[in-house]
């Protein structure tokens, strides 16, 4: 049995000669295992533990000396392999790996010589993933073992999706399903697959068995609902939502964002008495803040800083306090008590870089752009305040992306790209590169040079290729202007699968096919997108341009006029007053 006993495969090696086999019964099936020296057993264990830790060089230094005690040990190769793979020594994880498929042929070795391919830049090394991870899963079914059968079959599928070869990732999906019925991962995925791919019967069927094989499972209850939304099943979405939420470690925090979504369909009283019941019995500090942005949610600003009050005699920190009477404005439309709140964060609380980047955003839209560039500039003032190396960067990205917006607002695009582009030299390929590039990519959408948007995304999928956020940028581009549709439709199915239930996305995925010609497709996402995302103005505007394709001139200036209620960009507000206009000038001349 290969996998379960990876630890406890060691030999004893030396002049003495290794122990002799031991011989177990698992599953039902006579294994035989090797013995474990002392000597070794003491580096290996000292190794796990250093794992645990994410202190990869000391694992991969205790695994070292414990190999002498067996050099032909094929699992503690491919382990140490793996380590190698996390510490960027890529030339010795392949040493490794062959080592250890000289000794044996192992899931192991073959999910590292996976790893070890997806590790790679370039196209020739990454081809080489998905035959070991078919391996992987062969030898697992071989062995029986049904933690080894779950994880490679669902890298596997993954990888199969990454390639954009959905339907093979579906295949794969239901064999793991077909060997291990009760794999709860296994019908997750399948879910997800079939609801990217169009089955969404199917989908609806594999996450109801989920939840029967873990009724507590709140992701899964959590999906189901958005499908059932999608899917227009309104009535049992809601059963779905209130399941999660009486399962929820953190039931307001789901709550709240069915509130947000009940609201956006016009069932306010049902979600004020959602939050009713569920900010009953709150009473320490942060749980009344919570509470406050619960309220803001399902549209009762005075309750929400009646809340924040009552938190901050609690003990709750000035510039939480900001951040929540800031956030209940804006609830009200008071768009200047909102920055005033944000603006009155003390400096040297924690939430100033988050106030003033707040206080900034609200600003620029309002066109008062020398005041918003001062409050970003006084947030850039505290970025190296940030208590890790990783969010001061985080911290210096987040100021680079809104000062680059206040130059486009300005109409100085070529500014604000260099600006992002100093801002990515910087970072190279640090945590922020996808944010960078992003942002860089649709700065050059904005201002008309999409080929060279795309360009930036495909760069940056060739190194991530499991970025959402870059197979949706891309997708949604190319779809946008027709540029090698089949391919742009695959990106997004692939990222409705990797992000399942993003009604943004399930918009782009409908987008692409609007304007491949498949309008029968077109209208099955759009409108799942619709009612995914009832308040957004984009996609009302996509499910508008549907309507009015199909001549139903009356629902798609509803949907037009609905979107402009919901404050689009400029953008999008100055084409959905076009489209308007031609639709009237159309039905007043009789046409």
């Known amino acids: ?171 794969t999906a239901r064999r793991l399903v077909d060997a291990l019925p009760d794999t709860l991962r296994g019908r997750v995925q399948l879910a997800v697959l079939a609801w990217a791919t169009g089955a969404v019967d199917q989908a609806a069927a594999a996450l109801a068995s989920a939840i029967e094989i873990e009724p507590n499972d709140v992701e899964a209850r959590i999906l189901l609902a958005e499908l059932q939304v999608a899917t227009n099943k309104i009535p049992a979405a809601k059963a779905s939502f209130r399941g999660a939420i009486a399962r929820a470690e953190a039931p307001m925090q789901v709550g709240e964002a069915f509130a947000g979504w009940l609201v956006l369909r016009g069932d306010v009283t049902e979600a004020q008495e959602l939050a009713d019941r569920l900010i009953a019995d709150v009473g320490d500090a942060e749980t009344l803040a919570a509470a406050s942005l619960f309220e803001r949610a399902v549209k009762r600003p005075d309750r929400a800083v009646a809340l924040v009050e009552r938190a901050s005699k609690l003990g709750l920190a000035g510039g939480r306090r ?21 603006l009155g964060v003390d400096k040297r609380e924690a939430s100033f870089f988050e106030a003033r980047l707040r206080a900034a955003e609200i600003l620029r839209d309002q066109g008062k752009l020398d005041e918003a560039e001062r409050a970003l500039n006084d947030a850039a003032g505290v970025v190296s305040q940030a208590d890790t190396p990783a969010k001061v960067e985080d911290r210096r990205i987040d100021v680079a992306i809104a000062l680059s917006q206040v130059d486009e607002k300005r109409g100085d695009a070529a500014r604000a790209a260099r600006r992002l582009d100093e801002a990515l030299g910087k970072d190279g390929e640090a945590k922020g590169e996808t944010r960078l590039t992003l942002a860089l990519a649709a700065v050059d959408e904005r201002r008309g040079e999409w080929q060279r948007a795309i360009a930036r995304g495909e760069r940056l999928l060739a190194r991530k290729p499991r970025s959402v956020e870059a197979l949706n940028f891309v997708g949604f581009v190319a ?63 996509h499910l508008g341009d549907l309507y009015a394709k199909r001549q139903e001139r009356d629902r798609a200036l509803a949907a037009y006029r609905r979107a402009l209620g919901y404050k689009p960009s400029e953008r999008v507000a100055r084409e959905l007053g076009d489209r308007i206009r031609t639709l009237e000038a159309k039905s007043a001349a009789g046409r």
């Open 1 to 171: 049995m290969r996998g379960a006993l990876a630890a406890a495969l060691l030999i004893a090696a030396g002049c003495a000669g290794a122990p002799k086999p031991v011989t177990k019964i698992v599953n039902g099936r006579v294994v035989v295992s090797r013995a474990i020296s002392p000597e070794a057993y003491e580096h290996v264990t000292r190794a796990y533990l250093f794992e645990q830790d994410e202190r990869w060089k000391e694992a991969a230094d205790e695994l070292q000396r414990a190999l002498p005690f067996d050099p032909e040990a094929a699992e503690e190769r491919a382990h140490l392999a793996e380590l190698f793979i996390r510490l960027g020594r890529l030339d010795d994880a392949g040493e490794q790996i062959a080592r250890s498929l000289q000794a044996a042929q192992t899931v192991e070795a073959y999910l590292a010589r996976a790893h070890l391919a997806e590790a790679y830049g370039d196209d020739a090394h990454r081809a080489q993933a998905i035959p070991a991870l078919r391996e992987a899963a062969r030898l697992a079914l071989e062995d029986a073992d049904p933690e080894s059968i779950e994880l490679t079959h669902l890298e596997l599928s993954e990888a199969q999706v990454v390639t954009l070869d959905l339907g093979a990732a579906l295949d």
């Open 322 to 342: 900001g951040l929540l009477l800031g956030a209940a404005a804006l609830a009200r439309e008071d768009k200047p008590g909102a920055v005033a709140a944000y």
């Open 479 to 541: 779809a946008d202007h027709r540029f090698e549709l089949p391919r742009a439709i695959r990106r997004l199915q692939a990222a409705v699968v990797l992000s399942p239930g993003s009604g943004a996305i399930i918009d782009s995925l409908g987008w692409a096919y609007f304007h491949a010609g498949d309008l029968a497709r077109a209208d099955v996402y759009l409108e799942q997108a619709g009612r995914l995302e009832p308040g957004d103005a984009e996609v009302l505007q």
